[in-house]
Nanobody, 125 residues
Framework: QVQLVESGGGLVQAGGSLKLSCVASGRPVSWYGMGWFRQAPGKEREFVAAIAATGGRTVYAESVKGRFTVSRDNTKNMVYLQMNSLKPEDTAVYYC??????????????????WGQGTQVTVSS
């Protein structure tokens, strides 16, 4: 199995940027489609962005399209989420997740077998 650890969260003012990182261990991250999800207080966890295992195809939630960018570096077993133009409504715990051999980016939570513990992102107004 694969273990996932997120980092890079923190407190930022509206309009600012953060870059989240997710490091995978146990198995090559290149075997997995990777997704980012988030959960705000009192709300259900929702899809943010995903990148396929190969080919680099990506998909984004409408709420973050044009502001967030998901990328991966398989040589470092890393996945990233660059977040620009942050808004207070982006405040949430952000999770990375792994979907074995996903050849297309997947937005469905149930497709992901492995999850990290999450990293808190707080955007102040």
């Amino acid at each position: 199995q694969v273990q996932l650890v997120e980092s890079g969260g923190g407190l930022v003012q509206a309009g600012g940027s953060l870059k989240l990182s997710c490091v995978a261990s146990g198995r090559p991250v290149s075997w997995y489609g990777m997704g980012w999800f988030r959960q705000a207080p009192g709300k259900e966890r929702e899809f943010v962005a995903a990148i396929a295992a190969t080919g680099g195809r990506t998909v984004y939630a409408e709420s973050v399209k044009g502001r967030f960018t998901v990328s991966r570096d398989n040589t470092k077993n890393m996945v990233y989420l660059q977040m620009n133009s942050l808004k207070p409504e982006d405040t949430a715990v952000y999770y990375c997740a792994a979907d074995y051999r996903a050849v297309v980016p997947v937005a469905t939570q149930n497709s992901y077998e492995y999850w990290g513990q999450g990293t808190q992102v707080t955007v102040s107004s």
